[in-house]
Each structure stands twice: as C-alpha cells, then as structure tokens.
C-alpha cells in the first residue's frame, strides 16, 4: 500500500467520524457557509502570474518542514507580499494541518482560500463550505472519472470553484479534457511530483500544456523554487503557480514569499 493509498483509506474513516458528529445539515446552518465566495481563478488571472501560496506544516515526504509558524502572521504576509490566493493544508494526520488553520486564514484575508486535503466525499466538500473556503481540491489519482464528475459538479453547486489536479497524460485526458466534465472544473493543475518516486519534475508540466487547449486556466505544483522557473511556465500558458515548501522551510514564510515576488518582479522586467 502506497502513501496515497494509506491517505484514502484514512480519509474514509475520518468522513465516517466526522458525519456522525456534524451532519450535512448542520454545515449548512453554519456562518460561513452563506458568505459570498472570492474566485480562485479570476484571482489567478488579474495577478498574472498568480501566486498560490500554502501553509503547510509537513508532509511525508519531507517530514516536519514548520512546526512553528503562526498561521495569522503567515497568511497575512502571503497576500501582502502579493500572493493573488492562499492554500491551506487541512489534512492532520500526514500533512499536520487543521480546520482551525483554514478558518483563521479565512478571517483574516480578503482572498480566495483553497482547502488543500484529499477529497473523496462530497460531504467534505460541504465541510469546505462550512469552514469557508473558495475552492476545493480533487486529485485525479485517488478518484475515477465519475467520482471527479460528481463531486466538481457538487462543489460548483455550492459555489466553489474546483481546481483538479493532475499528474499525467491519462488523469489529464480522462477528466479535465472529458467533455462532461470540463464543463465542471475551473482550474487544472499539474503535480510535478511523482506519487510513487516522489521525484520532481518541470518537464512534467511543460508536457502536459501542450495537450490543453489554450483557454485552460493552469497552474504549476510542486518543487518551483525560484523565479526562473515560473517565467519558464508562464511561456508554456501557465497562470498559476503553487508554492509551499519554499516558503514554509524558512523561519519567516511571509518574507520568503515577499523576497521571491520581489525578485521574480525584477526578472520580469528584465525579460
């Protein structure tokens, strides 16, 4: 059993447990779930590029990355620095993240938030309502065409926009370029991580730009680390570009966000 494999069967026992305890009824009465929501891809789009950056405390990959940063002062100095959006991790058990983390992001920034977790039930996307975000995550590998479908087309019935991520040439054909559910997906992004290697790639997302048409708004995960790589993208169509490890390695993420737009900037102009 591969990490995502161990992700998925725990996410089911949490759907589980966390149903039992608050049902869909309740999410709906909470406050947030009524407020109007911030786009996630006009975002991407204004900020050109656009600049996703996430809070994310671990991984199993890399283990422990911050333990210790504040959640408030972070996010705030994302969006000050200039970041068009803001990721929040969710996950606890593998990610070490936590719903408080999104709703503390959520009052104290006038953007979207994405929730960054594993979705595999449409009552998390309800959740994601509930604890106010503006897009949810649905990754290609741990879910089949139909369950992409049904749970885009549940998630934009709420008014959230979905970014779907991808990781090859056969996730990107059987879901973001299906003519059923295109219609359901604002943004696709591209994982440059290898799931099983964990191995990290830019060829990955050049290769698969190639295959999505034009008006497709794209956005770049995993391993950019500096600004020539972005402004490499951004020549390949792509808008967005998810950033967390950069950042949160460092003992201050909002500087390391602001020290990066400061000098991807300068290159721009040089360019």
């Not at 911030?38 to 809070?55: K, N, R």
């Not at 969710?90 to 104290?108: C, M, P, Y």
Request: negative net charge.
């Amino acid at each position: 059993m591969n990490i995502l494999d161990k992700i998925v069967e725990r996410k089911k026992v949490e759907v589980a447990e966390r149903s039992a305890k608050a049902p869909m009824q309740q999410l709906e009465r909470s406050a947030d779930f009524s407020r109007h929501t911030y786009s996630l891809s006009q975002a991407l789009l204004v900020a050109a590029p656009g600049i996703i950056a996430e809070f994310k405390r671990k991984s199993p990959s890399k283990g422990t990355i911050n333990a210790n940063a504040d959640v408030q002062a972070t996010t705030t100095g994302y969006v000050q620095a200039g970041a068009a959006a803001l990721s929040v991790l969710t996950d606890v058990d593998f990610f070490g993240g936590s719903d408080e983390n999104l709703k503390i992001a959520r009052q104290h920034n006038d953007c979207p938030v994405l929730r960054k977790d594993f979705t595999i039930d449409a009552y998390q996307i309800t959740e994601a309502k509930a604890l106010g975000a503006d897009a949810i995550l649905l990754i290609a590998a741990i879910l089949s065409p139909q369950q992409v479908h049904d749970l885009a087309s549940h998630a934009r019935s709420l008014g959230l926009e979905v970014l779907l991520e991808v990781h090859n040439a056969e996730e990107l054909k059987q879901t973001a370029l299906d003519d059923k559910i295109a219609p359901h997906i604002n943004v696709v992004g591209v994982n440059n991580r290898n799931l099983k290697s964990f191995e990290v790639s830019m060829e990955t997302s050049v290769k698969l730009a190639a295959m999505m048409p034009q008006n497709v708004i794209k956005i770049s995960e995993s391993g950019i680390s500096d600004p020539e790589a972005i402004l490499r993208l951004m020549t390949h169509g792509y808008q967005g570009f998810l950033i967390g490890e950069t950042f949160m390695k460092q003992p201050d993420p909002a500087k390391a966000c602001a020290d990066f737009v400061k000098l991807l900037k300068e290159q721009q102009e040089m360019k």
